[in-house]
């Protein structure tokens, strides 16, 4: 009797996975996409499927566990598209040869030299900056250094007020990846070192930064810009102020968002439709309400972003990120970065 | 001696090895239909080893087992113990809890159908006299009680021989008498044959037809309760099966025969020993002492009570003789000499006396000729079968 | 004398034939390969690369892991086996309620819990605001610490410990509590000196779960800054590209619940814990006034800060989105994700219990140290970081295509794994398989050999004995293992992610996806949701549990 209720309830959850979104009994849509971004690409690929006809589908995962999933899978991998959401994941899916070079004279002409491959394996879509951030109570924007920001905030005068992220988070990783590519090892563990003797706070969320730099806990934290545009866009009254780093040095850190064709897709040609797309008409949608600057320098950012004031970009150097990427998380590691 | 019919269990050469250890050597065992038979011996000697080789739980390495003429292990083969219809009765019931006791002894009645099932149910338990108990869970037994749940659910199917493994030495002491009387009371009743293991004396004793001493994996001795009390194959089956105290002793030819002697004087004698002349060593069991008071130091089997233990009924002396060796003697209650007063031990007539040369026990002046080889004596392989 | 031949022990000592079912043994065989197969195909795949790369502060990693493991195991257990304490031995207001509220911290997942609690607790939260708006501007304590995240994982785990004692609890015999009441131990000692050891197998069990929950967290010692091992995995593998070495990192990891499986057996002991009768703590003292509010208290304030107050948090977010803009990211679709959670769930439960119950049975009819060794190694995927797991479903079934091609088959398997939630359900069993023996087996552990003994003479073959004999008494630990996989599978994130094929999303997917793009007011409600789902097996256990009670007590 019990065996047989058992059995029953099996075979009918069976029958219900078999049912339910199970789709290997539907059609694959003609792109797939594996996408370590998650953020309103829903919207861009329905958009793209409305203006196109082809239609997209995607998983969501973190950039290294996609990549080892179109690695394990081989051959038989149906994705097209990859879509990272930094530049160091896309140089290093290119490096192990993931990717496959194409020739697109629209994405030549939408997508700048420094935001793409060299060799064409992979363009960016969105770029996002890596920046100061002040309580305008406790902190003169004149205090910070306008030729080396980064640097700047490992002088004793910061003691007790920076906040951080951890040493976990790829921007920080790619933050003092940059700072080596500029300064060598030498030069970035000196500025990591002067942090860590200003007593920084370290924090696991750029949220909780900005909610500290609000409540006065923190004076200056280093944050993504579009999380001060987001959390600016909820709760306009926030006591938070943006500045642009080393903008009469080398620039403010940026890093992007990107994708490439897979070298395994049968499907090349739609593939880079799709990447073209989002990098022109798509841009809008693909950046959706995500406040990031949009790659194509002949569309606009949002009204917020654009408030934040013109600024100079780093230069980025996706190798340099990819490369320099292990050796900031030995210096962080070795300075015991995280306490 | 009952005649008893053909072997119901039957061991051939079984060994059982557990890394290095044998736990069984070499056992030859015949169990016969009908019969009850205790095996006995001190924890780790391989007794309960034998029960679980013959309900399948094990499997023997060598030698062969088979049931109600059927090989159930050797050469031909392995038959899983839920194919050799045998019953087993634990030391802890091992009665199913989420089982009312109907339903526990109806367990191995599966085959049958409702009706005759139902029918077996109320028989077995009218046999133990639980009838009226059948709806409730195990937990609501006594321990006596649930050792007879476990025995009528054992005896149910109905099993070629019923394995009871230390089935009450859960039991506390005023119960244990009682529920081994009405157990036994069961199995002789309907006939069955059984094999119970134990390491309580008189329990192998009283209960068993026949009794079977194990040591270190071997069987020291297999023989009727007064075999193994009164004629021991061995020192070891001497003193583990009851009080024995050693004597040296001297067998001197006489006028035709001979004549046992020992520092107690004489034991008795040996009809049959002509002419022989030998050391030996006699087994003498309280009961066989007799004490006398005073002493003359000049006559044998002077000595010193030691220590008196009140048993009720009797009373045990410890004597000290001269030589330094000690004897316990059984007394009457009326007889107390106390501590420290000198007596005289003596055997008490017309006992027929074990003689060791050895570990061994010698039954003809065949097995004296030769020096005494104490250690060298054969402990090994037995061979003594009743 | 060829006497001295036999008395002398044979050099050559023979292997025991096990006196195990061939049938049931070369079952447990195979499901220790399948569940082997993925971590040794990750091994085998990156033993081909170069040497690994070991982080640079990988002593200081070990370190901090042990304290973790420390640290939480004791808090695990104190709150866990207290509390287990509490509700079964006594009674007292509201305690019915609180027998299965006191599992939902279980419910909540890691990478939920990491982030509500230090937005919640830490120097710019609430909490300290409305300390620092009483008592003034002080130093701030930062909770994003070592012992932070002692008390943050001890409240959240403690339900590990608290399910499998409450089981033994309940299943211990009343007579052995009587026996030692009787010998004029009061009940304070009756609980420590016997009734505390007794469950001493459902409690090392319990506190295993733990110690890999422990091992295999990323996402909240993340929050916490606390750098165990695991999150060295994470930092190499994302850090440094460098999957080879990350995955030998994560081998490190596996020694550790070696470990941890060693010492669960040594805290077993050689001890056997089968005992005669069982029945409910028919026993149960009440606590009246002040006493019954002082347990309930307990209870309540244990739940506050690892249940109420994140739900808490994140109700008042989903409320506080909800009346800005009447979002409250809960549309049609996410009926769907529901149901595939539940579905998933449900069968990840049903598969790892049943693989459980076969193993445990397995081993009960003997075969031995091989079959036991074969049954532990089942427990290892626990161990293993769910993106390991996964990715080495991916290998193993690529390995498995291949072969099928070399075979002659055209195409081979194709995407057998990614192309349905089957690979989800088999990296699953490999992952859950853990608990679900954990809790089967404490079960089994109470079943005497004696018991298994007499239904096969009985007359019982091994298949009826499972089903007459074994499962009725395991139903406790099956119940709990139920509960724990369906909760476990409801939250799991790695794996699903990485295997589920395209237009497959769960619950937690779509949770995780909103929290990882700090989208927070908008994953509070659906992060509630996950937490609603797991109500249900809970509230399910506990419903059986009573009825187990209640039939125990029937007869008496």
Redesign the interface.
Known sequence: MRRTTLLGTALSLCAAVAASGCSVFDPPADIQVYSARHYDVEDAFKEFEEQTGKSVEFIFDEDAALLERIKAEGDDSPADVYMTVDAGNLWNAADQGVLEAIDSPALDDAVPAEYRDPENRWFGLAVRARTVLYNPNAVDPAEFDAEDTYGGLADPKWSGRLCMRDSQEAYTQSLVASLIALHGEEGARDIVQGWLDNDVQIMSNDILLIEAVDAGTCDVAIVNHYYVARELDEKPDLNVKLFWASQEGEGTHVNISGAGVVATSDNKADAQELIEWLATDGQHDFIGGNHEYPVNPSVEPDELVASFGEFTPMTLDAQAYGENNAAAVALLADLGYDG | MTPLGRPAVRLLGVTK??????AV??VDLDVLDGELVTVIGPSGCGKSTVLRLI?????P?TGAIVLAGHEVAGPAGFV?????????V?????L???LTVARNVA??L??LERGRRDARVREVLGLVRLGDLA??????LSGGEQQRV?LA??LA?E?TVV?LDEPFSSLDETLRAQVRAELVGVLRETGTTAVLVTHDQTEALSVGDRVVVMRAGRVEQTGTPQEVFERPASRFVASFMGDADFLPAHVHPERGGALLTCEIGIVSTLPGWGGTDADVEVVLRPHEVALTAGADHATAGAGVVTDVEYHGAFVLHTVRLTSGRTLRSWQPHAVRHPVGAPVTASVVPGLTPTLLRGDRAVTSPADVAGPADGD?A????STLRS | ????A??T???A??R??G?G?TPWSVAVVVVALLVAAPVLAVLVDVTRGSAPAWPRDLDRMVVTTLLLMLGVGVGTLVVGAGLAWLVTAYRFVGRDTMVWLLVLPLAMPAYILGFVFLSTFDEAGPVQGAVRAVLGDGAGLSVRSLPGCVVVMSLTLYPYVYLLARAAFVEQ???TRDAARTLGAGRARTFFRVLLPLARPSLAAGLALVMMEVLTDFATVQYFGVRTVSVGVYSVWRGTYDFGSAVQLASLVLLFALAVLAGERMMRGRARF?Q????APSDAVTLAGWRGGLALAACLLTLAAGFFVPVGRLAGWGVQRFASDGTASIDARFGEYLVNSVVVASLAAVVCCSLAVLIGHAVKL?GGRVVRGFAGLTTFGYAVPGAVVGIGTLLFFAAVDDLVEALGVPGGTGLLVTGSVAGILYAYAVRFLGPAYQAVDASFAKV?P??T??????????R??LT??HL??VRPGIAVALVLVAVDAVKELPVVLLLRPFGFTTVSVWVYQLAAENFWSLAALPALLIVLLALVPVVLLFRQVRAVDEG?RR??
């Open positions: 090895t557990y890394g290095a250890v044998p050597d070499a309900a399948g739980l094990e499997r390495d899983p113990p839920e194919r050799r219809r045998v019953g087993l634990f030391q802890d019931h091992a199913f809890p989420h367990f191995g599966d085959r709806g409730r869970y195990p937990h609501e476990a659910r054992a199917p099993p394995l060298a054969p402990r090994g392989r | 004398m060829t006497e001295l036999t008395t022990p044979s050099r000592v023979r025991v034939p006196r079912r015999g009343p007579r089968t005669p009768g069982r029945g003997g005497s004696s018991m003994q007499s239904a096969l003479a009985l007359g019982a073959p091994p009826r004995v007459r004999v009725p008494l125990a007869g008496s």
